[in-house]
Nanobody, 119 residues
C-alpha cells in the first residue's frame, strides 16, 4: 500500500546537473526522515544525504557543496539536486524514507534510478 518511485536519472556529461525525485504514495500518515543512497558497480551501497522532518540536512563529504537535498511535504516528495557532477557520481540512486501508515512505522526503499556521468 506504500510505494516510493524515483525518477530523474540519466546520462549526463561531467560538470552537468540532474534533479532526482522520490515520490511516496499510498495510505501514508506521515513521512519522517528521508534519505538518498547510491550504489556504484562493484561497490557497496553508500549513504549520500539525509533530510529530517525539520529540514535539517546532512551530506556525504564528497558531495557537500554540489548536491542539495530537499523535500515537499505537501507532495510527499523528496528531491536531490546534483550539480557539478563527476564520473565518480555514477551509480544507481535509491531513496529511503521512514513512513507511518496503516502498516505501522517502517522504512521503505525505492526501486532505484540510474545516474551515469560520462563524456
Amino acid at each position: 500500500q506504500v510505494q516510493l518511485v524515483e525518477s530523474g536519472g540519466a546520462l549526463v556529461q561531467p560538470g552537468g546537473s540532474l534533479r532526482l525525485s522520490c515520490a511516496a504514495s499510498g495510505s501514508i500518515f506521515r513521512l519522517y526522515a528521508m534519505a538518498w543512497y547510491r550504489q556504484a558497480p562493484g561497490k557497496q551501497r553508500e549513504w549520500v544525504a539525509t533530510i529530517s522532518t525539520s529540514a535539517t540536512t546532512n551530506y556525504l563529504d564528497s558531495v557537500k557543496g554540489r548536491f542539495t537535498i530537499s523535500r515537499d511535504n505537501a507532495k510527499n516528495t523528496m528531491y536531490l539536486q546534483m550539480d557539478s557532477l563527476k564520473p565518480e557520481d555514477t551509480a544507481v540512486y535509491y531513496c529511503n524514507v521512514n513512513i507511518s501508515s496503516f502498516l505501522g512505522r517502517r522504512e521503505y526503499w525505492g526501486q532505484g534510478t540510474q545516474v551515469t556521468v560520462s563524456s
